[in-house]
């Protein structure tokens, strides 16, 4: 701590993970640029897309750059409440909240329209470094557990409750750092049998599958009769589960808008591929497909630039690397995530204070899955969920989020020797 | 600081970049295995879009535009792109009824929201002019032109044709070059001039987006080909003749064929009852069609192309042509017509009595007698061995007069017309079980025979020239080429003694002198001709006239048939002659307008 005065604020920081995030950044802007521009207009114009991500970007190493000259202290310590004020901002949506392409997050702070969902992403992670990160806390009992639940969870509520599904299942991202910090591997496969329970219930015709889960624990009680304590933990592992369809069946069916439902069954194969749900992935594959190993060209991708791609400078952005730079380009993208995520590992693995590392893996997690989920669906790996490519898609939130959750893990790292917590 | 999970981070790593592997090589299958994804994507944006050439224009003999080609407006409607409208205002703009609005906009949204559907057919150039002013407060709201052909005379339908969208079989034969949705000539001179008039269609290869809308051409253009424009054509047909031979047919049932003998040209070409030929264009072409096609009267017949009548009494000059040539007569043969033809129980009747001197005169009171006896003086000839013999060679000589056989119009379907032959006898009545007594009828135009009038207007040509014809047809160049007339004309040669001809003339410009044609003569126009009367079985005969003008240089010769007329001079004869007049003359002499009068009001639809 006594040195602490003596050091400059961008002493120690990690110019190598900064570059990668620029490097990023650049390909989002390319790309942007790519599918907005029409003939003839110019780079430099505010009126366009691309125009109004560069200011975005501007604005995100403005963040970056106050995030860097801050104190490293106050990220400990306003942990909780900058969670709790982002807690308060997703619920300000439900009140004040304006619409935009359809979907209720919004909040208007003046002349600029934000995703308070978007922010929440660092603020939980700050938190749950925070809760984690405590001398006290150990994984194992059960109200740790359910503290780190409520922290994720609550966020995970509110989003859904605004209809965001996409954003809301980001938060089981952080399901990764529970395990890296010890959560029993048996919970990761529960929640894994849990979300198979959730297909089938989707999948299968409800009675069948009762009947299908009575079978399985008769035959597994029959097999094991001896075994009296397993009888039990059947016996109560089968009402759970059957409980669990019938919640999950609920959710489907009467929580669940109906496009949600079509893109969960394009995905299960359930729906005809002539289907409208099923357009967007079919010509994202078509644009992705049709670069070839090369891709067209920068500002050739007549797909993405003629729009048979839906959203294809937010969610569908891949798209146009995909179709654009070829397979070379989409690969190369693919290992700068790649590069990125095992950097901030390694980075994590170099703190010595236990909150900066179960902060970087927080950081680790929620890019992994953004960059798993939306790459996923657009070559037809994963459903349909609409969440955006860590700084390359187009919009200022998650930029301006991701910008902010890199550059806290950034400067905490590069104070890793002047505090220990 | 304890970090029990160590090893966790290295599964963590792990999993990390076991999942972006997997990513890359399904990237690798899409992008580089399947070639699938590229066809799709060339599917999804690069369309051909065909350049339509525009067809050939059609002028008639003096260079007056006959046919024309004429803007069209479609109003087309994306869905997708239409915002809430005034619908008040845009139907009364367009000129559409709410309803029938709603109902297509409907039927638009229900067939995609993103391609085009069609709205209104059918807007005029005036019309859009006015809707396309204000039609930018309605997005998703388009016009496309469209040609169709307009008709500036309302005439010659029959003749001109029209056209109509291919079907399969078109496409089938058509080489490649027609594709569904191209227009093609169906009949008349758009059929068989389909080749010239059509020019070649271009296309040009354009990427469009998501909603079917051009973004630039493909390739800058490199796989486009060029439309290449129809060539015009030059009709052999006086408009003006033709409109007014229309008129002269009105609510009559008949033909007038008149030809330019010394070329063979058309000069017009009259099929009543006729249509206004731009009731087969455009939208109500298909409704038009079912009413015309499903008409009693059959208006869309092509009568002096296929109908076949017999020729009656028009045919004796051919006889007395036939006879001539075979040297069974000469044109002084004389003979004594008691009133009636009659050998054993067969009795045919003559209007006329006494003696007639030569084949003039015979023409000239168009004698039964006269021609019943030559007929059968002819086919028993001594120089055929069998009367079969001399049936064949009887209709071998017709046959160079173009009866019974194709003349080889430039028009579609024409008839043959039907001259009996010996099979045919010897399949009516069985081998040697006919004779020239069996057949006599034939003498005088009757019995089986057949012809088209545009066969009877030809054999006239053939006798105004004195024994040759040019084919006729009704195109007498392409525009811009330095042919004088098309390959296909033909100069036919009879090969007659001139005398011969001369006699047949001479008889023709009597029947006009002193005959069943004194009455209709031309004033200040020597003229020569023949009346005939075809027997109807189903009703009033038919009147028929065949005739040329002047006697000493022809410039037309003509054939009128007026179904259910009667005798040749009532209607046919009249016709023929106003029509002659009418192109030499330019104007109907004043002390036959009663006549011209006559022939317009009367009304002889059965
Ligand atoms: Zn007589």
């Known amino acids: ?421 | 600081m304890t970090d029990v999970y160590q090893n966790r981070r290295w599964v963590i790593q792990y999993v990390v970049i076991a999942v972006i592997i997997v990513y890359v090589l399904r990237l690798f299958q899409i992008q580089v295995l399947s070639k699938n994804y590229q066809q799709l994507a060339r599917n999804n944006v690069l369309r051909e879009v065909t350049v339509f050439a525009p067809r050939g224009l059609i002028f008639d003999r003096k260079g007056r535009l006959i046919v024309d080609n004429q803007n069209e407006y479609d109003l087309w409607v994306v869905p997708s792109q239409v915002t809430a409208f005034d619908t008040a205002a845009f139907c009364a703009l367009v000129g559409i009824s709410d309803s029938l609005l709603r109902q297509n906009l409907l039927k638009a949204a229900a067939y995609s929201r993103y391609k085009p559907s069609l709205l209104l057919k059918g807007l005029s150039v005036e019309k859009y002019a006015a809707v396309q002013e204000e039609l930018y407060l309605y997005p998703g709201f388009f016009g496309q032109v469209r040609t169709i052909r307009s008709y500036p005379y309302k005439a010659a339908a029959h003749l001109l044709g029209y056209i109509g969208e291919v079907n399969q079989r078109h496409i089938e034969q058509g080489g490649g070059y027609y594709r569904m949705g191209d227009y093609i000539g169906i009949s008349g001179i758009e059929h068989s001039y389909e080749n010239v008039l059509r020019g070649r269609k271009g296309s040009r290869f354009v990427l469009v987006d998501v909603h079917n809308r051009e973004q630039g051409s493909f390739a800058e253009g490199r796989y486009d080909t060029a439309a290449i424009p129809g060539a015009n054509l030059i009709s052999t047909i006086d408009i003006e003749l033709q409109q007014y031979g229309e008129l002269l047919m009105q609510n009559k049932i008949g033909s007038i064929v008149a030809l330019e003998p010394s070329t063979g040209e058309v000069l017009a070409l009259v099929s009543s009852p006729n249509y206004d030929p731009a009731l087969l264009t455009g939208m109500e072409r298909t409704r038009n069609f079912q009413r015309l096609a499903t008409d009693s009267l059959r208006p869309l017949f092509v009568r002096p192309l296929k109908a076949a009548y017999p020729p009656g009494s028009t045919f004796k000059p051919a006889m007395a042509l036939t006879a001539l040539k075979i040297g069974s007569i000469t044109s002084t043969t004389e003979y004594t017509c008691p009133g009636a033809y009659v050998v054993g129980t067969l009795s045919v009747t003559c209007h006329h009595s006494g003696y007639v001197p030569d084949v003039a005169t015979a023409i000239q009171h168009s004698c039964n007698s006269y021609f019943c006896h030559i007929f059968r003086k002819t086919v028993d000839d001594r120089r055929f061995a069998h009367v079969a013999q001399g049936l064949d060679q009887w209709k071998a000589i017709l046959a160079t007069l173009g009866i019974g056989e194709r003349t080889g119009i430039d028009l579609p379907n024409e008839g043959y017309g039907f001259v009996p032959g010996s099979d045919y006898y010897n399949k009516l009545y069985g081998k040697n079980r006919w004779n020239s007594v069996t057949v006599i009828s034939l003498g005088i135009g009757q019995g089986e025979l057949g012809m088209t009038p545009l066969q009877l207007a030809n054999m006239t040509a053939a006798l105004a020239n004195g024994g040759w014809w040019y084919t006729p047809h009704v195109v007498r160049s392409v525009q811009g080429s330095q042919e004088r007339r098309l390959p296909t004309v033909v100069r036919h040669v009879m090969d007659l003694d001139t005398a011969h001809v001369n006699a047949l003339r001479r008889g023709m410009f009597q029947v006009m002198e002193a005959g069943t044609g004194r009455w209709v003569r031309i004033p200040g126009v020597s003229s020569a001709g023949k009346t005939g009367t075809a027997e109807n079985p189903h009703g009033r005969d038919h009147s028929l006239f065949i005739g040329f003008a002047p006697v000493d240089s022809p410039r037309i010769a003509i054939a009128v048939v007026v179904e259910n007329a009667g005798w040749g001079a009532s209607f046919a004869a009249p016709i023929a002659s106003l029509m002659m007049e009418k192109y030499l003359n330019d104007t109907i002499a004043f002390q036959r307008r009663y006549l011209e009068q006559r022939m317009l009001e009367a009304d002889l639809i059965p």
């Open chain 1, 1 to 421: 701590m006594t040195y602490h005065a003596a050091r400059r604020p961008n002493q120690g920081i990690d110019w190598m993970l900064i570059s990668l995030v620029l490097a990023l950044m650049l390909v989002g802007l390319l790309a942007v640029y790519s599918t907005t521009a029409g003939e003839g207009s110019r780079f430099f114009d505010l009126t366009q897309m691309h125009g109004r991500q560069m200011i975005w970007i501007l604005i995100s190493l403005v963040v970056a750059g106050i995030i860097v000259l801050m104190d490293s202290k106050v990220f400990t310590v306003f942990a909780y409440p900058v969670y709790a004020l982002m807690m308060l901002l997703l619920i300000l949506v439900f009140v004040y909240g304006i619409t935009v392409r359809g979907d209720t997050n919004w909040l208007a702070l003046g002349p600029v329209r934000i995703q308070p969902s978007e922010f929440a992403k660092f603020a939980t992670a700050l938190a749950l470094a925070k809760l984690m990160g405590s001398q006290n806390f150990n994984i194992r009992k059960l109200s740790m557990q359910v503290a780190a639940l409520l922290i994720l969870g609550l966020p995970a509520v509110l989003v859904l409750l605004q209809g965001d599904a996409g954003s809301a299942i980001v938060f089981a991202s952080f399901a990764l750092v529970l395990y890296r910090f010890g959560m029993s591997p048996f919970y990761m496969l529960a929640v894994f049998l849990f979300l198979l329970l959730t297909l089938l219930t989707i999948v299968v015709n409800q009675t069948t599958l009762i009947l299908i889960l009575f079978g399985l624990g008769a035959l597994v009680i029959f097999l094991f009769r001896k075994n009296k304590s397993l009888t039990l933990t059947t016996i109560l592992t089968l009402l759970l589960s059957l409980g669990y369809v019938f919640a999950s069946h609920y959710v489907f069916e009467y929580l669940l808008e109906p496009h949600q439902q079509d893109r969960i069954r394009v995905l299960l194969g359930q729906q005809a591929s002539a289907q409208d749900a099923d357009y967007n992935v079919r010509q994202s594959k078509i644009a992705i497909g049709s670069g070839g190993f090369w891709g067209k060209g920068f500002l050739q991708g007549t797909l993405t630039r003629y729009n048979f791609v839906p959203e294809q400078s937010t969610d569908f952005i891949f798209c146009t690397i995909g179709e654009e730079f070829g397979f070379w380009g989409s690969t190369l993208l693919l290992l700068l995530f790649l590069a990125t995520i095992l950097r901030i590992i390694y980075l994590a693995q170099r703190q010595r204070s236990r909150f900066s590392m179960i902060y970087a893996y927080c950081v680790a997690a929620v890019l992994f899955f953004h960059v798993v989920i939306n790459i996923g669906m657009t070559i037809g790996l994963m459903p349909v969920i609409g969440i955006p490519l860590p700084y390359v898609s187009y919009g200022g939130s998650s930029l301006v989020s991701f910008t902010i959750l890199v550059f806290i893990l950034i400067k905490l790292d590069g104070d890793r020797l002047a505090i220990l917590r």
